[in-house]
C-alpha cells in the first residue's frame, strides 16, 4: 500500500528530527511543524509517539529484510555456500549499501539505529524483534557455521562490536569524508568506505579469543584473599 502524501511527510520529518535531536527530544509539536501538518493528523495515522517511531524503522527495515532474505538464499545456493564467512559479510554489507529508502539517506538511518540502543527505547527494541527475529535469527545460524571456533557468548560480543563500528562508520559518513579529503588528499565513497570496513571487521570475528575472567571470579579471589588476611580488611 502506498503511503499517503501526509503520512510520508509526517516520517520524512519525524526521521530527520529523531536523528538530529534524539527520540525524547523530539516532540510531536516540532515534527507537526516541520511537516505542516496538525496533531490530529499524527494521532489518527499512527496513534501515539511510539508508534510513530516505530514507522520510521519499519520503512527501512521491511525492505531491508527483503532483500537480505533473497541474498542469504543466493549465498546458500552458491558454490561458496553460507559457511564462508567473507561471503556472509559481503551479503550484510551489499544489503546495508543498497538499502531502499525514500530520502536513499542511510547516514540517517544508521543515527536512528544508534539512538535505538543508546536511549531509553526499549518499546523499539521489543517491537525490532518482534518484527525483525527471523532475519536475525537466520543470519546468526549463518553467522555460527562460519564460525564454529567461537562459543555463543563471544560470537554475541564480536557481532556487536562488528555492528557497532559499521553504525558509527555511516553515520559519520560525511565527516570521515572530509578528514580523508582534508588530511590525506582522499575523495571516498560509501563503497569505498565499505570495503575498508569489511577487512576490519573480517579480523574482529576472526581474532584469537582473549583470556577474559568474569568479574565474579575476580571478585571471588579478591575476598578470598581479604579473609586469609584480616588485618588488610576493613571490618565494621
Known sequence: MVPSDTVTRILDAAEVLFAEYGFSETSLRRITGRAEVNLAAVNYHFGSKQALIQAVFFRYLDPFSVDLHRRLDALEA???GASNLEGLLDTLFASVLE????????RTFMK???LAYSQAQ???RDELRSHYGNIFSRFLKLLRQATPELADDERFWRLHFMLGSVIFTLSGLNTLRDIAEHDYHQRITIRELAQRLKPV???ALRAPVADVTPACVVDHHLDSQVASHPKTGTHS
Open 78 to 80: 552458491s558454490e561458496a
Open 99 to 106: 538499502m531502499p529508502s525514500n530520502n536513499h539517506d542511510l
Open 112 to 114: 536512528l539505529l544508534g
Open 122 to 124: 526499549r518499546h523499539l
Open 201 to 203: 571487521a573480517l579480523h
